[in-house]
């Protein structure tokens, strides 16, 4: 039981941090990007051949992991740019949804080109920090997982400290709460929706370099990430960062404690606890009433 | 506006770019090498030449097989080779035409049609996917031109015409009822264990082994499973289920999933620190097991085979012959049963010609035949057209990361 909780909260971590990214786009911009999970497959991808190629040439592991994020990140963040401008901005007339799924084509493009160039096989990730499983009180826990929990908590700090302190997260916040008096303030609200995409396709990317040597690597991998990670944002309330943190840990949870009594509805258990939330809490578990007044 | 286009051609030219540099990235396997050019290159301009004799090969090159079918691709051309270098039959050269089925049954249709009727070749080598046999099986059938499938392991796809007047379908891999029947032979008879758990993947594949397990173990032994678990193929951990398997007490893990979940068991029990015998069908191994979790291959880890390089002195000659040819053996078991395959087929020329019927009658009465598998002298009969069953497959083990004899 111990195990499971302890793995449910790994795999929750995950689902947070990539959930994360929905929430970004969404206080500034209203969209999300539907093909968050493509965009962590191609940056564990980009990852796992950058880190290849690092370490191959007889790079310090920490310091190859650390460029790796870092080409990724930026990488990403060039990508969700160019979403941001050929999938979202030119369908965002007033009323329109085809952001929708433009977002979700723009991602089946993705894992096609991504079948291209990396092949159909499922690819080794190797973990720069071994193999190694450490023990505590009979639960075993490998070094990569303790350091996804701990990235993804360091995440969540900066991004709260972006979000809350820094200026350009204040500007973020602000177009969030008002476009028009945001933008009569002198803040362009168009670049910062860019921002906003750049950020969250780094987060992908990330996320999917933090997964890769825990699920393995492959150009279908992103699907099911992505819609447990919207999953996470959903029961957590898309516009509080903390909740999807919470949502995130509650469905990994769920989804490992679940499966020690039934693993073939393990999936089906994530989904049954949407459902509930929606109904009681539709605006998720630390999400925001709203009053709305007509 | 003007802005916008900009925008569009610079991401067009970066999608470009990036499929462009696609060949110089990872493929660690090799298995995509040329992937599905080689087909085409092999097949261009083939018309057909009097003293050619062709053999068509249908078989994935790409897609989530693509590793047995290149490994097969390689055994059987080297198996042509040699067979055109000791003079062919009757100064006719043999040829192989081969074509990618992509893994997809459709495609598979496509080719195998292509192969009667265009190619008009007098023996099919098979697929390495069970749907694609059983969607293409019927036009080969119904052509007259015997088949033998060196990789797909449905049971039913060589009983589909057990009934007719001749059967052309025949089989050189372990075919999956076989399989259940060698492990559960281990393990109850072999072993003396009683209390088993079954641990499934929930495709078509893993769903079959579990009704053959069942039946195999309530049939035969009259007993019954402990514990039965399933996992959904892309799973990350199989924690849980190891943990009921753990609180049951199970003495051994019946494993029946393809090699990528594999993986995720190894090494979830790596994680839990809890080592069950574990004995799998013969995906466990799939090098891409190996090359997923590295060591964790070598402990209580038994699958079912039909050839280790370590079984007789011809399968370890033949194992030095492709390293020697290739460079490497991709995957032995596929690369064994690719080349017998073609054997079968080539040896029926040698004694009746070029005529598909009386290939096909050939392979049938087939008797004193050297395979490199553990195939038998004498393969296949009226009844039987498989030529590995329960009688000769056998367990195999990794140890220090090869796949040997126990």
Known sequence: MLQAVVSGLILGSIYAIIAQ??????????????????FLMVGALLGLTSLGAMTSAGMNAYLAILLTM?????AMGVLGWGLERTAIRPLQHVLSIGWILSTVAVSIMFRNLAMLIWGRNVLPFPSPFGDAVFRFAGVGITRHELFVAVSAIV???????????????????????????????GIN????????????????????????????TAFFMGATLGLKAFAAAIIGGLDNPLGILLGG??????????????SAYKDASAFVLILLVLIFMPQGLLGKKVKEKF | MKKS???????????????????QLDQPSGAGSGGGQAASTEAAGNTEKSGEIAIGMAISLSGGTAKYGEAARRAVEMAIEEFNAAGGYNG??????IYDDEAKPEKSVEIVQRLIQQDKVVAIVGPANSGNAAAHIKYTQEAGIPEVIPVATGTAITQTYANEEKNYIFRVAPYDRGQVETMLKFLVEEKKLTKLGLLHDTTGYGQGGKKDVEDVLKNKYNLQLAVIESFQVNDTNMEAQLLKMREANVEAVVFYGLAPEAAQYLKSRDKLNYYPLTV??????????????GDLVNKDVYMVNSFTIDQSEAAGAFHDKIVAKYGEDLFPIASAQGYDSVRLILEAIKQVGTDPRAIRDAIENMDGFQGVTAIKEKPFTKENHEALTSENMFLSTYKDGQIVKP
């Open chain 1, 21 to 38: 990214g929905y929430y970004i786009t969404y206080i500034t911009t209203r969209t999300l990007n539907f093909g968050q999970g493509d």
């Open chain 1, 155 to 185: 995440i969540m700090v900066c991004l709260f400290f972006f979000l809350k302190k820094s200026l350009l997260g204040k500007a973020l916040a602000a177009v969030a709460y008002n476009r028009d008096a945001a933008s009569l303030m």
């Open chain 1, 70 to 74: 870092l080409i990724v990140a930026l």
């Open chain 2, 5 to 23: 286009k900009w925008m569009l051609s610079a991401a067009m030219a970066l999608a470009v770019g990036m499929a462009g540099c696609g060949p």
């Open chain 1, 249 to 262: 840990l509650v469905l990994g949870v769920i989804e490992q404690v679940f499966s020690l009594f039934h």
């Open chain 2, 92 to 97: 006719q050269q043999a040829k192989l035409i």
């Open chain 1, 189 to 216: 609200p168009r670049r910062l929706a860019v921002l906003a995409f750049a950020l969250s396709s780094a987060l992908a990317g990330i996320g999917g370099l933090l997964v890769g040597p825990i699920t393995n």
């Open chain 2, 280 to 293: 799998a069908s013969w995906a466990m191994g799939d090098p891409t097991v190996k090359e997923l979790v």
